[in-house]
C-alpha cells in the first residue's frame, strides 16, 4: 500500500540520488577543460601532488601545437580551435584509467602513464601518431605537432616532466629550423 511514509522515503530517495547526480557533474566540469574534454590542468597538478609521485614508475608525454598562432592569425581561430580539439581528440583516444591526458596551456598537452617504462611510452606516441593521421584526413591545413617524453620513478615525477618538455622544445626548435631552411613553407 501507498502510505505517506513511503512517498517521503521515495521523494527523499530521488533527492538524494539527484544531488548525487549533480555533484558527480559538477566534479567532472571542475576536472576538465570545457573546450577539449581532457581534463584540466586544474586536475593535473592535484593528480602530480597527490597520485602521481607515489608511483613506482610513470611515464610522461608532452606535446605542443606547432604554429597554432600562425593557422589563427592566417586561417582565424576557428581553425586554431580546430586544431586543439584534433590534437586533443587523438589523445583522448589514447587515454584509459591509467594513462590520462590533460590540457596544461592553450596549445600544451600532457599525458602521464602510470606503470609505464620507454617501450610503453613508444608504443604510446605511436599509437597516438596513427590516431592523429587518421584524424588529420579532416582537415585541410597543416597539423604540425612537437612531441618529447621521459620515464622513471614517481618520486622523480617533477624532473620527469622536465625532461620531457625539453625535449618537447628541441623537436619544436627542430622543425622550426627545418621549415625556415624550406623558405618558410608550413606543412
Not at 538524494?16 to 558527480?24: G, P
Not at 580546430?82 to 583522448?92: F, G, K, P, V, Y
Not at 612537437?146 to 614517481?154: A, E, L, M, R, T
Request: glycine residues 8%.
Amino acid at each position: 500500500p501507498i502510505t505517506a511514509k513511503n512517498v517521503q522515503v521515495h521523494s527523499i530517495s530521488r533527492i538524494i540520488k539527484l544531488n548525487e547526480n549533480y555533484a558527480r557533474k559538477m566534479e567532472s566540469q571542475a576536472e576538465t577543460d570545457g573546450m577539449t574534454g581532457l581534463y584540466n590542468k586544474s586536475k593535473y597538478q592535484d593528480m602530480v601532488t597527490n597520485t602521481y609521485a607515489k608511483e613506482e614508475n610513470v611515464a610522461v608525454i608532452f606535446w605542443d601545437i606547432n604554429f597554432l598562432k600562425k593557422t589563427n592569425d592566417t586561417l582565424g581561430h576557428e581553425a586554431g580551435d580546430l586544431l586543439i580539439i584534433t590534437i586533443a581528440e587523438s589523445i583522448q583516444n589514447i587515454s584509459n584509467a591509467t594513462d590520462r591526458g590533460y590540457r596544461i596551456g592553450g596549445d600544451e598537452f600532457i599525458m602521464v602513464m602510470r606503470g609505464a617504462g620507454e617501450k610503453e611510452v613508444l608504443k604510446k606516441i605511436q599509437d597516438w601518431e596513427k590516431t592523429l593521421e587518421t584524424l588529420k584526413k579532416d582537415i585541410d591545413f597543416p597539423v604540425s605537432v612537437s612531441v618529447g617524453y621521459d620515464f622513471g620513478h614517481g618520486a622523480n615525477l617533477e624532473q620527469i616532466i622536465h625532461k620531457a618538455d625539453q625535449m618537447m622544445y628541441e623537436n619544436k626548435r627542430i622543425m622550426h629550423e627545418k621549415i625556415m631552411n624550406n623558405n618558410g613553407q608550413m606543412g
